[in-house]
T-cell receptor, first 117, second 116 residues
Framework: DTGVSQDPRHKITKRGQNVTFRCDPISEHNRLYWYRQTLGQGPEFLTYFQNEAQLEKSRLLSDRFSAERPKGSFSTLEIQRTEQGDSAMYLC???????????????FGAGSRLTVL | EDKVVQSPLSLVVHEGDTVTLNCSYEVTNFRSLLWYKQEKKAPTFLFMLTSSGIEKKSGRLSSILDKKELSSILNITATQTGDSAIYLCAVEALGIGETSGSRLTFGEGTQLTVNP
């Protein structure tokens, strides 16, 4: 297992277009997170899944954003009708959380950088 | 709303210097505090702290949590140019009705530059 993989690494699109990012987590991890990071800021939480269930969504996540994790493995994050303000690094992270409460250390992917022209 | 504040936001030092990075937080149902290092790509995990007063060490890096003051520090001794990075502090809180944490709330990060 090579860690958390994200694709594409870079995406340049025109305003109004739709984009989709894919994340493949570490295979034994049951939790998957999406964060957004802009220059000079820390990562901002967008949403997370436990297996295939989307358990929490940030208020930052507008109706144009949708995330899925259909089989509890990889996840996709789609942004519809992109705006220039969507330009950011989209980070995916995964972790394992068992039935007994324990450390929830996230392992991050390298990110997908979106530029909206 | 959970809040994490880091200081300083930016720091420039010379190789060999010792630095202290600060993190303070306001969170309901605190569970843990984590430090990450971010170079030009993914944040990489450094430390997780759950108990006050117990220092975690890894080589020249060390960190400690003060739950009374709602803060943590990250120390780096004998800095090297390879320590140049953004250091992120994140806090994990228990969600309502959960026995385990969910999201991490990150601070803005401290941009550390170590000059030769």
């Amino acid at each position: 297992d090579t860690g958390v993989s994200q694709d594409p690494r870079h995406k340049i699109t025109k305003r109004g277009q739709n984009v989709t990012f894919r994340c493949d987590p570490i295979s034994e991890h049951n939790r998957l997170y999406w964060y957004r990071q802009t220059l000079g800021q820390g990562p901002e939480f967008l949403t997370y899944f436990q297996n295939e269930a989307q358990l929490e969504k940030s208020r930052l996540l507008s109706d144009r954003f949708s995330a899925e994790r259909p089989k509890g493995s990889f996840s996709t994050l789609e942004i519809q009708r992109t705006e220039q303000g969507d330009s950011a690094m989209y980070l995916c992270a995964s972790s394992y959380q068992g039935a007994r409460a324990g450390a929830n250390v996230l392992t991050f992917g390298a990110g997908s950088r979106l530029t909206v022209l | 709303e959970d809040k994490v504040v880091q200081s300083p936001l930016s720091l420039v030092v010379h190789e060999g210097d010792t630095v202290t990075l600060n993190c303070s937080y306001e969170v309901t149902n605190f569970r843990s505090l984590l430090w990450y290092k971010q170079e030009k790509k993914a944040p990489t995990f450094l430390f997780m702290l759950t108990s006050s007063g117990i220092e975690k060490k890894s080589g020249r890096l060390s960190s400690i949590l003060d739950k009374k003051e709602l803060s943590s520090i990250l120390n780096i001794t004998a800095t090297q140019t390879g320590d140049s990075a953004i250091y992120l502090c994140a806090v994990e809180a228990l969600g309502i009705g959960e026995t385990s944490g969910s999201r991490l709330t990150f601070g803005e990060g401290t941009q550390l530059t170590v000059n030769p």
